[in-house]
């Protein structure tokens, strides 16, 4: 990327005023060329790093014991593959014991649904058969309806001990082992999408950061593919950091297209068009 600078070069000749001049009364000096940086008050420059869209740190919601980490550091991994599986073998038994529940009173409510009371006529002898009155069967069905409940819940918790990958990525970080125990919300994977990566400036002032608004155009220059892709403002932080003692702005940038090549950590240099 190239910024806006002109060299102004000053060449000043000395030479003695009036009559003929003299060795000693004569000189000639031509000073050193000045370079004066002339800054377009329509753009804002600064420096930037190139970091993925998607950063997830991923955890349980509960307590329990590491069984097995299905997944290595920098390996690319699918939405929905398991990841981390937590030895839980007390919410195993009990899907095992809910469903069995369900099952029984399932085939008890169907049994009462069909099943018929013998009656007999105390004066002739006479046999009748009459089915069970249909609120007995809602009765059992509702019961059946309350076991699968139950066999659905114990199935959700069973399920939440194992750690699925939200999303297509690659995993960068694990920070446990087989055997550890881990405590809910604690992160236990780090997750990226390196297939989409954005542009955060990293030394904004906040003397120029009023000029700059959500939708400006972008100018970005990746330093190591010597590359220039255009893109636009889509987030400006509310919360300013410190960075060498001066008070800096975090604005983010998304690119029009991610040229072959970019890396997440790549230095850039942003031009933003505020006029």
Known sequence: MKRLIWPICLAVI???????????????????????EVVDPN????????????????????????KEI???????????????????????????AAEQAYASKS???????????????????????????REVYLKALSRADQSKAAWDSAAASLAQSTLLAPYDGMVVEIQVIPGETVQPGQTVLTLVDLGDLQIKTTDLSERDIP????????????????????????RISPISETVG????????????EQPEGLLWGMTAEVQIVVK
């Open 211 to 234: 000029r700059v608004k959500f939708g400006q155009s972008v100018d970005v220059y990746i330093e190591a593919l010597d590359v220039t892709i255009e893109g636009k403002v889509v």
């Open 70 to 96: 299905s997944v290595s550091e920098g390996e690319l991994v699918q939405a929905g593959q398991p990841l981390v599986v937590l030895d839980t073998p007390e919410l195993e038994f009990a899907v095992v």
């Open 43 to 66: 753009i804002v420059i600064a420096s930037a790093k190139v970091l993925p869209v998607q950063v997830s740190e991923l955890g349980f919601t509960t307590s329990a014991t590491i």
């Open 14 to 36: 000395l030479a003695a005023c009036g009559g003929s001049p003299t060795p000693a009364a004569s000189s000639t000096m031509t000073a050193t060329p000045v370079i004066v």
């Open 245 to 256: 003692g001066d008070v800096v702005y975090p604005v983010t940038i998304e690119l029009s």
């Open 107 to 133: 085939l008890a409510a169907e049994l009462q649904k069909a099943d018929k009371v013998k009656y007999v006529d105390p004066d002739s002898g006479k046999v009748s058969w009459y089915n069970l009155p």
